[in-house]
Protein backbone atom coordinates (compact mmCIF):
# COMPACT_ATOMS: atom_id res chain seq x y z
CA UNK A 1 0.00 0.00 0.00
CA UNK A 2 1.36 3.53 -0.33
CA UNK A 3 0.41 6.43 1.48
CA UNK A 4 1.40 9.92 0.19
CA UNK A 5 1.45 13.53 0.77
CA UNK A 6 1.64 15.28 -2.61
CA UNK A 7 2.02 18.67 -3.35
CA UNK A 8 3.57 20.10 0.21
CA UNK A 9 3.62 23.22 0.89
CA UNK A 10 7.23 24.52 2.16
CA UNK A 11 8.28 27.06 3.97
CA UNK A 12 12.24 27.87 3.98
CA UNK A 13 13.65 29.80 7.13
CA UNK A 14 17.01 28.65 7.34
CA UNK A 15 17.25 26.76 10.77
CA UNK A 16 19.52 28.46 14.20
CA UNK A 17 22.83 26.17 14.46
CA UNK A 18 22.28 22.81 16.06
CA UNK A 19 24.17 19.43 16.56
CA UNK A 20 22.08 17.77 13.99
CA UNK A 21 24.37 20.66 11.31
CA UNK A 22 22.15 22.99 9.74
CA UNK A 23 21.52 26.87 10.69
CA UNK A 24 21.77 30.53 10.05
CA UNK A 25 21.38 33.38 12.01
CA UNK A 26 19.27 33.16 15.14
CA UNK A 27 20.80 30.38 16.95
CA UNK A 28 24.50 31.07 15.35
CA UNK A 29 27.40 28.48 14.55
CA UNK A 30 29.49 30.48 16.92
CA UNK A 31 27.48 29.52 19.96
CA UNK A 32 26.80 26.01 18.40
CA UNK A 33 30.43 25.50 18.00
CA UNK A 34 31.59 27.02 21.43
CA UNK A 35 30.74 24.26 23.75
CA UNK A 36 32.64 21.65 21.74
CA UNK A 37 36.03 24.20 20.83
CA UNK A 38 38.86 24.60 23.07
CA UNK A 39 41.31 27.49 23.82
CA UNK A 40 44.00 25.51 22.20
CA UNK A 41 41.62 24.63 18.60
CA UNK A 42 41.16 28.58 17.85
CA UNK A 43 43.14 31.04 19.36
CA UNK A 44 40.35 33.50 21.01
CA UNK A 45 42.31 37.04 19.93
CA UNK A 46 40.51 39.97 18.77
CA UNK A 47 41.18 40.29 14.95
CA UNK A 48 40.38 43.53 12.33
CA UNK A 49 38.84 41.42 9.48
CA UNK A 50 37.88 43.44 6.42
CA UNK A 51 36.82 42.32 3.32
CA UNK A 52 36.63 44.55 0.23
CA UNK A 53 34.03 42.33 -1.44
CA UNK A 54 33.82 39.76 -3.74
CA UNK A 55 32.83 36.13 -4.51
CA UNK A 56 32.17 33.74 -1.45
CA UNK A 57 35.01 31.99 -2.52
CA UNK A 58 37.11 34.95 -1.76
CA UNK A 59 35.79 35.79 1.40
CA UNK A 60 36.61 32.18 2.85
CA UNK A 61 40.09 31.97 1.35
CA UNK A 62 40.62 35.30 3.02
CA UNK A 63 39.14 34.03 6.05
CA UNK A 64 41.67 30.61 6.55
CA UNK A 65 44.42 33.18 6.14
CA UNK A 66 43.44 34.20 9.78
CA UNK A 67 42.55 31.28 11.15
CA UNK A 68 44.44 28.33 9.66
CA UNK A 69 42.93 25.62 12.17
CA UNK A 70 39.39 26.48 11.10
CA UNK A 71 38.22 23.75 8.87
CA UNK A 72 36.34 25.06 6.03
CA UNK A 73 35.13 23.88 2.78
CA UNK A 74 33.02 26.15 0.27
CA UNK A 75 30.36 23.77 -2.35
CA UNK A 76 30.88 24.12 -6.06
CA UNK A 77 27.87 26.71 -6.39
CA UNK A 78 28.56 28.49 -3.25
CA UNK A 79 31.91 30.09 -4.10
CA UNK A 80 30.50 32.60 -6.92
CA UNK A 81 28.23 34.05 -4.32
CA UNK A 82 28.66 37.32 -4.18
CA UNK A 83 29.28 39.13 -0.81
CA UNK A 84 29.37 43.14 0.07
CA UNK A 85 33.13 44.58 1.68
CA UNK A 86 32.44 44.87 5.40
CA UNK A 87 34.75 45.82 8.35
CA UNK A 88 34.88 43.63 11.41
CA UNK A 89 36.44 42.88 14.45
CA UNK A 90 36.25 39.49 15.59
CA UNK A 91 37.47 37.00 18.06
CA UNK A 92 35.84 33.60 16.35
CA UNK A 93 35.53 33.02 12.42
CA UNK A 94 32.20 31.41 12.95
CA UNK A 95 31.20 34.93 13.25
CA UNK A 96 31.61 35.63 9.81
CA UNK A 97 29.86 32.58 8.77
CA UNK A 98 26.99 34.00 10.55
CA UNK A 99 27.18 37.31 9.04
CA UNK A 100 27.00 36.41 5.63
CA UNK A 101 24.54 32.70 5.73
CA UNK A 102 20.88 33.41 5.38
CA UNK A 103 21.43 36.68 3.20
CA UNK A 104 19.67 37.16 0.08
CA UNK A 105 22.33 37.40 -3.19
CA UNK A 106 23.34 36.21 -6.44
CA UNK A 107 26.05 34.10 -8.32
CA UNK A 108 27.96 35.46 -11.07
CA UNK A 109 28.55 33.01 -13.84
CA UNK A 110 32.35 32.52 -15.22
CA UNK A 111 32.42 35.01 -17.44
CA UNK A 112 31.35 37.65 -14.81
CA UNK A 113 27.30 37.88 -16.40
CA UNK A 114 24.77 37.72 -13.37
CA UNK A 115 23.07 34.65 -13.32
CA UNK A 116 19.25 34.65 -12.64
CA UNK A 117 20.57 31.97 -9.78
CA UNK A 118 18.91 34.23 -6.39
CA UNK A 119 19.10 32.22 -3.10
CA UNK A 120 21.05 32.32 -0.02
CA UNK A 121 24.49 30.71 1.61
CA UNK A 122 24.04 28.06 4.38
CA UNK A 123 26.29 26.17 6.11
CA UNK A 124 26.16 22.71 7.35
CA UNK A 125 28.19 21.52 10.82
CA UNK A 126 29.70 17.98 10.28
CA UNK A 127 30.93 16.85 13.26
CA UNK A 128 33.36 19.08 15.20
CA UNK A 129 35.45 19.50 12.74
CA UNK A 130 34.32 20.47 9.47
CA UNK A 131 32.19 23.48 8.24
CA UNK A 132 30.46 23.37 4.80
CA UNK A 133 29.29 27.05 3.03
CA UNK A 134 26.20 25.47 0.82
CA UNK A 135 24.03 27.43 -1.39
CA UNK A 136 19.95 27.07 -1.74
CA UNK A 137 18.52 28.77 -4.51
CA UNK A 138 15.36 31.10 -3.60
CA UNK A 139 11.98 30.25 -4.28
CA UNK A 140 10.23 30.65 -7.71
CA UNK A 141 8.83 34.14 -8.35
CA UNK A 142 8.44 34.29 -12.09
CA UNK A 143 11.83 34.21 -13.32
CA UNK A 144 15.22 31.82 -13.08
CA UNK A 145 15.44 28.07 -13.00
CA UNK A 146 14.40 26.68 -9.14
CA UNK A 147 16.22 24.27 -7.65
CA UNK A 148 16.04 20.39 -8.94
CA UNK A 149 14.32 18.55 -7.07
CA UNK A 150 15.70 15.12 -6.54
CA UNK A 151 14.48 11.65 -4.33
CA UNK A 152 15.69 10.11 -1.46
CA UNK A 153 15.11 7.00 -0.81
CA UNK A 154 14.78 6.68 3.67
CA UNK A 155 14.10 3.37 5.33
CA UNK A 156 12.04 3.59 8.51
CA UNK A 157 11.51 0.12 9.47
CA UNK A 158 13.52 0.76 12.61
CA UNK A 159 11.12 3.56 13.69
CA UNK A 160 8.04 1.13 13.01
CA UNK A 161 10.24 -1.41 15.33
CA UNK A 162 10.22 0.85 18.04
CA UNK A 163 6.54 1.37 18.43
CA UNK A 164 6.30 4.68 16.71
CA UNK A 165 2.98 4.61 14.38
CA UNK A 166 2.91 6.00 10.74
CA UNK A 167 1.17 9.25 11.63
CA UNK A 168 3.46 9.85 14.48
CA UNK A 169 6.30 9.95 11.28
CA UNK A 170 4.42 11.73 8.95
CA UNK A 171 4.09 14.48 11.57
CA UNK A 172 6.39 14.72 12.51
CA UNK A 173 8.45 14.93 8.53
CA UNK A 174 5.34 17.28 8.19
CA UNK A 175 6.19 19.55 10.80
CA UNK A 176 9.72 19.83 9.34
CA UNK A 177 8.65 20.51 5.83
CA UNK A 178 6.27 23.06 6.99
CA UNK A 179 9.69 25.07 8.08
CA UNK A 180 10.91 25.26 4.13
CA UNK A 181 9.48 27.69 1.19
CA UNK A 182 6.04 27.76 0.88
CA UNK A 183 6.46 28.64 -2.85
CA UNK A 184 8.27 24.97 -2.69
CA UNK A 185 6.83 21.69 -3.35
CA UNK A 186 7.52 18.30 -1.67
CA UNK A 187 6.18 14.98 -2.11
CA UNK A 188 6.24 11.81 -0.13
CA UNK A 189 5.68 8.53 -0.22
CA UNK A 190 5.48 5.63 2.15
CA UNK A 191 5.37 2.16 1.27
CA UNK A 192 3.76 0.12 4.09
CA UNK A 193 5.42 -3.76 3.39
CA UNK A 194 8.98 -2.76 3.21
CA UNK A 195 9.22 0.07 5.25
CA UNK A 196 10.50 2.46 2.88
CA UNK A 197 9.52 6.27 2.98
CA UNK A 198 10.43 8.23 -0.90
CA UNK A 199 11.07 11.70 -0.70
CA UNK A 200 11.18 14.16 -3.70
CA UNK A 201 12.06 17.91 -2.93
CA UNK A 202 14.99 20.21 -3.39
CA UNK A 203 18.20 19.26 -1.53
CA UNK A 204 17.17 21.47 1.49
CA UNK A 205 14.46 19.73 2.10
CA UNK A 206 15.22 16.34 1.03
CA UNK A 207 18.25 16.99 4.15
CA UNK A 208 15.87 18.19 6.58
CA UNK A 209 13.56 15.44 6.25
CA UNK A 210 16.85 13.00 6.55
CA UNK A 211 18.24 15.12 9.80
CA UNK A 212 14.12 14.13 10.72
CA UNK A 213 14.20 10.99 10.36
CA UNK A 214 18.00 10.46 11.90
CA UNK A 215 16.39 12.80 15.27
CA UNK A 216 13.42 10.09 15.29
CA UNK A 217 15.31 6.63 15.31
CA UNK A 218 17.57 8.60 18.40
CA UNK A 219 14.25 8.61 20.35
CA UNK A 220 13.33 5.16 18.84
CA UNK A 221 16.36 4.28 20.62
CA UNK A 222 15.22 5.80 23.85
CA UNK A 223 11.73 4.29 23.94
CA UNK A 224 13.35 0.79 23.76
CA UNK A 225 16.25 1.57 25.89
CA UNK A 226 16.57 0.02 29.81
CA UNK A 227 15.67 3.30 31.26
CA UNK A 228 12.86 3.36 28.97
CA UNK A 229 10.79 0.51 29.74
CA UNK A 230 11.56 1.30 33.40
CA UNK A 231 10.04 4.24 33.12
CA UNK A 232 7.29 2.96 31.59
CA UNK A 233 6.60 0.35 34.25
CA UNK A 234 7.13 2.36 36.77
CA UNK A 235 4.14 4.06 35.48
CA UNK A 236 2.24 1.16 34.70
CA UNK A 237 2.47 0.05 37.85
CA UNK A 238 1.65 3.74 39.40
CA UNK A 239 -1.55 4.00 37.39
CA UNK A 240 -2.27 0.62 38.51
CA UNK A 241 -2.36 1.36 42.06
CA UNK A 242 -3.80 5.01 41.29
CA UNK A 243 -6.88 2.46 39.85
CA UNK A 244 -6.57 -0.08 42.88
CA UNK A 245 -6.89 3.34 45.45
CA UNK A 246 -10.34 4.69 43.46
CA UNK A 247 -11.72 1.25 43.37
CA UNK A 248 -11.26 0.69 47.13
CA UNK A 249 -12.57 4.27 47.44
CA UNK A 250 -15.78 3.82 45.68
CA UNK A 251 -15.95 -0.01 46.89
CA UNK A 252 -15.55 1.64 50.91
CA UNK A 253 -18.28 4.60 49.78
CA UNK A 254 -20.62 1.64 48.73
CA UNK A 255 -20.25 -0.20 52.15
CA UNK A 256 -20.48 3.33 53.50
CA UNK A 257 -23.57 3.52 52.29
CA UNK A 258 -25.00 0.35 52.99
CA UNK A 259 -23.74 0.43 56.64
CA UNK A 260 -25.80 3.72 56.70
CA UNK A 261 -29.27 2.34 55.18
CA UNK A 262 -28.66 -0.94 57.66
CA UNK A 263 -28.35 1.88 60.91
CA UNK A 264 -31.25 3.31 59.66
CA UNK A 265 -33.20 0.57 59.31
CA UNK A 266 -31.94 -1.08 62.90
CA UNK A 267 -33.24 2.61 63.80
CA UNK A 268 -36.94 2.15 62.21
CA UNK A 269 -37.61 -0.59 63.55
CA UNK A 270 -36.38 -0.12 66.91
CA UNK A 271 -38.79 2.99 67.12
CA UNK A 272 -41.47 0.70 65.77
CA UNK A 273 -40.37 -1.76 68.87
CA UNK A 274 -40.55 1.38 71.26
CA UNK A 275 -44.25 2.66 69.82
CA UNK A 276 -46.07 -1.13 70.57
CA UNK A 277 -44.66 -1.32 73.91
CA UNK A 278 -45.69 2.02 74.45
CA UNK A 279 -49.04 0.98 73.15
CA UNK A 280 -49.18 -2.13 75.71
CA UNK A 281 -48.38 -0.10 78.41
CA UNK A 282 -50.98 2.34 78.19
CA UNK A 283 -53.63 -0.20 77.59
CA UNK A 284 -52.42 -1.91 80.98
CA UNK A 285 -52.72 1.38 82.45
CA UNK A 286 -55.86 2.32 81.22
CA UNK A 287 -57.43 -1.40 82.40
CA UNK A 288 -55.94 -0.83 85.80
CA UNK A 289 -57.57 2.94 86.22
CA UNK A 290 -61.10 2.00 84.85
CA UNK A 291 -63.78 0.94 87.85
CA UNK A 292 -64.69 -2.46 88.10
CA UNK A 293 -68.30 -3.37 88.07
CA UNK A 294 -69.50 -6.26 91.04
CA UNK A 295 -72.80 -6.80 89.43
CA UNK A 296 -72.32 -7.36 86.14
CA UNK A 297 -69.46 -10.41 87.74
CA UNK A 298 -72.48 -11.49 89.40
Not at 126 to 137: K, M, P, S, Y
Request: aromatic content about 6%.
Amino acid sequence: MIHALAGTVLSVGLLAASPTGVGEPGGTLAQAQEAETTETDLVRRRVDFSFDGGTASQLFAQLQDVYPEYSLIVDKNARRFQIDGFDAKITDPSTIVDLVCGVNGTVVNPDGLESSQIGKLRFRSVGQELVQILFDTGPRRGFGPAATPTVEIISIQELLTSGMTVEAIFGTVQAAIDLRDQDSEAKIRFHEETGVLFVKGIDAVNEMVGQTIDALKASAKWLVSDEALAAKEARIRSDALDALEVTNQAAFKVQEEKMKKLMKDHEALMERDRRREDRKDAEIQKRQLDPVDLNEED
